[in-house]
Structure formats: C-alpha cells, structure tokens
C-alpha cells in the first residue's frame, strides 16, 4: 500500500490531489472486509486478451460493477452466465486511475438452482415423513369420467394438449376449465385455489393439473408445499402433467397418478373410445366362442353316453355278468386240482425226507434189521437165545422168525 | 380206513416225524420205529389224496357232459 497521501495547505483549506484522493478512498476500501453480495448475473465480457471478466450484479433497481480474475472465473462450475442468481464473495475496490468503483470478486457461486433444489428436497422429505406420498393414499382413477377438472394456465399449449388429446380418444368427454397463474410469485396459491375449486364441484370425477416445460424455477410454483398439501386432501383423483417427461416436481409424486405431459394425462383420464369399442366387440365374440363351444361339448358328451354298450345294447349287462359268472366257475374247477397239487407236492417232500433218513435204501441194498421181542435192534448174535423169537425188516414187509442156532 | 385219522392229521405227524429225525436225537431203536410209523402215514395220506383226485375227475367230467348237453 502506498504511503498515506499529504494534502497541501492553501491558507487554513487542506487540498488533496484526485490521484491523493482516488488512493486516499482506495485505502480505506482496502481496509473492509470481504462480503457476500447476491444478484442477478448481467454484462459478462470474457476475452482471452483479458486477465480480468467485467460483469454487472443487478438487483431491484441497483447495479454494481465487478470483476473477476479471468484464471479463477474459468474454474467455477458450471460456468456462469447472464441471468444466473449468484452469490458473489468479495469486496469494494476504487480503481484510481479512472476513480471507478468496482466489486472485486474472488469466488462466485450459482445461487438460485442448488439453493432451490435443496429448499424442495427439504419439503419433500417433510412431506415423505408424514405418509403424503405412499401409495395407499392414491386414489383410483375412473374409468369414464363424467366431468373433467382442468388446471392450467391461460391459453396455454398444456391446455390445448389436453384438451385435444382426450377429445380424439373419446369425443363425449366434457371439461370444466379454471384457468390460473402457472409461474411467479402467487402461482402456487392460484393453482391450489383452483385444485380446491374443482375438487368443491360434485360433478367433477378427475381433476389434470396441466403445465408446459420449464426451468427449474419456472415449476417451482408445483413444488410448493401447500399446493402439495391440497392436492394429497383433494377428495377427487388428481393427474399432474407438469412439464416434460424428465420434470419432476413435488406435485408429481403426491398426486395420484403422474403423467409425464399434458398429452399423456389426456390419455390417462380417458379410454380411447374405437379401441374400446373393438375390445367389447372381441369380449362379445369370445362370449359367441365360448357358448358353442359348450354346446357343442355338451351334444358330444350325449352321443358318447347313448354311444355306451348299456344304451346301444340293452342285453349287455347280462352278457357282462355271464362272462363273469363264467369266469368264477372256471377258477373254481381249477381250484381242488391246485389244492390237491399242493398236498402232493407237500407229502412228497416229507416222504423224501423220511426216506433220507429212514434206513429204506440200505434195505433196497438186501440188508434186513432183526429185533427182539421188545422191538430192540439185535447187533450180537450173543443177545438171543436158541428159540426166541425176533422180526427181521426187509425192504418190503417184515418178517416172524424163531432163532434156531446162534454162533457168537 | 375211516375210523384212522383225517388227511390233515396224518400229514401233520409224517412232518413232525420226519423233523424229530432231522434233529437226530433219536436212538436207533427209536429212529426205526418212527421210520416205520412215517411210512405207514404217507401211505395213508397217498391213498387219501388219490381218492380226491379220482372224485374230483369224476366230478369235472360230470359238470362237462352237463355242459355239452344244452
């Protein structure tokens, strides 16, 4: 900084050069703070030639000069442009070779969009919390409404979409049309005295909330809390159709049903009258289809039962029982002939046992067993007695015989 | 042959012998006699089911001449 400047004394007047004054004043710029200053975005010149971008800050009625470190304003993102609401952060500063003043910048951010989306993101979770926008709460739309409620903006193209669009898919469909301020201040308490007019109509079955594209702050009106409020009361169903198919403001997700465009509501809240004409005409084919096909299945399931042995031949019950009757008798003669088998086949098998171990093959061989009185088996020609009698077992019979010589 | 005991019964003790002879623990003595008995019933029940065969032939070709005459 330069040396504080030294007036010169005429008499008792202290007179200070302009250059002295111009640094006097720069000086005790110098000395404030830094600050943050809002307004509107006008007047950028940017050239390569430069190191400095001139810009002006506008506000109701008030405009301020600034620049900005070409280098440092080339960083900022996204970059500025004309009409951009920003917040500047920077100070004073009096260029003294011409005695401008100017507001030197150091950074500068875009204040509207991100300030705006964060005030709507406040009241959506707000809104989320308290259940506004869950899904038991959406109301059914109507298959056919009577009357259709119709919030827009005057002679609008949302309203001309709509209108033309639903009229095409089903000519009866009948509008009450209340037209209201869909942008700047007082449009969210204009569309939601409109919503509340509708929804107060009994004869109104639907109401479409219609509106163009825009920016972000030109739909702010359909993120407004209280409209989003009256909207989630409305006793009447209710389409928003704001903006393009990307937009998507608060109304959208507590309304009950979202259309992208105003076209697509139109679609929404009526048939289309020729594809639901063809589609009765195919319901009452099907119905023709599904009759003759009963009847038909109907008389063939008759012939089939008159076809059946009992209707075309009145004797075949009794040729059946005859043939089961027959049947009975054969198994019964085959019966003893089995049973008879089985008991052979049964003592067969004892007798062969018995003659396994029975001595009846040794006897075959032409060996006999004597035995005593008693019936014992005689080993030693010392354990009988010249005349006693004793049976000899042949292979055949036995027989009686009396000892007459014993040679021990 | 009447008064003697039935098919069943008879059978019932041929197979009663000839298992008392399998387990061996007969004397010889004894052994012979149950031989004797075991051969003395199969030729009782031999009869006996001869007898049934013969009756129930003769029965089977009654019931076809029944039948071949209508």
Same mark, same amino acid.
């Given at each position: ?25 720069? %000086? ?16 950028? #010149? ?17 405009? &301020? ?9 080339? #960083? ?45 993101? +406040? ?14 709460? #959406? ?25 033309? $669009? ?25 569309? $939601?005295?409109?919503?509340?007019? &509708? ?20 739909? &702010? ?18 389409? @928003? ?21 105003? @076209? ?54 009794? $040729? ?20 008879? +088998?089985? +008991? $052979? ?6 007798? %062969? ?56 | ?70």
């Amino acid at each position: 900084m330069n040396a504080k400047p030294t007036p010169t004394t005429y008499g008792d007047r202290a007179v200070y050069t302009v250059a002295g004054f111009n640094q006097g004043v720069a %000086d005790w710029l110098g000395r404030l703070g830094n600050v943050w200053v809002e307004g509107e975005l006008s007047e950028l #010149k940017r050239t390569d030639r430069w190191g400095l971008v001139y810009f002006c800050l506008k506000d109701d009625g008030a405009i &301020l000069q600034g620049s900005m470190q070409r280098e440092r304003f080339d #960083k900022i993102q996204p970059p500025p442009v004309a009409g951009d609401r920003v917040h500047a952060f920077g100070r004073g500063e009096l260029w003294q070779r011409k005695g401008e003043f100017r507001f030197r910048a150091y950074a500068i951010e875009q204040f509207g969009l991100g300030q705006l989306l964060r005030r709507i993101e +406040e009241v959506r979770l707000r809104l989320a919390q308290e259940g506004l926008f869950a899904a038991e709460r #959406k109301l059914p739309l109507p298959f056919l409404p009577g009357l259709v409620g119709l919030v827009c903006g005057s002679d609008a193209a949302a309203k001309r979409d709509v209108v033309e $669009t639903a009229t095409a898919r089903h000519p009866a469909v009948r509008f009450r049309i209340v037209e209201a301020a869909v942008q700047g201040a007082g449009a969210a308490a204009a569309v $939601t005295a409109a919503l509340r007019a &509708l929804d107060a109509d009994p004869a109104v079955d639907v109401i479409v909330l219609a509106r163009g594209g825009g920016s972000v702050e030109d739909l &702010l009106a359909f993120s407004d809390e209280g409209l989003c409020r009256a909207v989630a009361e409305c006793r009447t169903p209710v389409v @928003s159709a704001i903006g393009h198919e990307q937009d998507m403001p608060l109304v959208d997700v507590v309304a009950d049903v979202r259309a992208g465009t105003p @076209s697509l509501a139109a679609k929404l809240i009526v048939p289309d009258h020729a594809a639901v004409g063809a589609e009765l005409d195919a319901l009452l084919a099907r119905a023709g289809r599904a009759l003759e096909g009963r009847a038909t299945h109907a008389r063939r399931h008759l012939q089939l039962l008159v076809a059946r042995p009992a209707f075309a031949d009145p004797h075949s019950w009794i $040729t059946a029982r005859r043939a089961r009757l027959d049947g009975a008798s054969a198994s019964l003669r085959r019966l003893p002939g089995l049973r008879l +088998e089985r +008991e $052979t086949a049964r003592l067969r098998n004892a007798h %062969d046992r018995l003659r396994l171990l029975g001595p009846a093959a040794t006897l075959e061989r032409g060996y006999a067993i004597v035995q005593d009185d008693a019936g014992a088996v005689v080993r030693d020609a010392a354990g009988v007695t010249v005349g006693e009698r004793v049976g000899v077992r042949l292979a055949t019979g036995r027989l009686g015989a009396r000892v007459e010589e014993v040679q021990p | 042959m009447s008064a003697g005991p039935s098919f069943e019964q008879a059978r019932d003790e041929l197979e009663q012998i000839v298992r008392k002879l399998e387990d061996g623990n007969t004397t010889l003595d004894e052994a012979i006699g149950l031989w004797e008995r075991g051969e003395q019933l199969h030729a009782l029940c031999r009869a006996q089911l001869d007898q049934a065969e013969a009756r129930v032939a003769e029965l089977l070709r009654r019931m076809d001449d029944a039948a071949d005459k209508p």
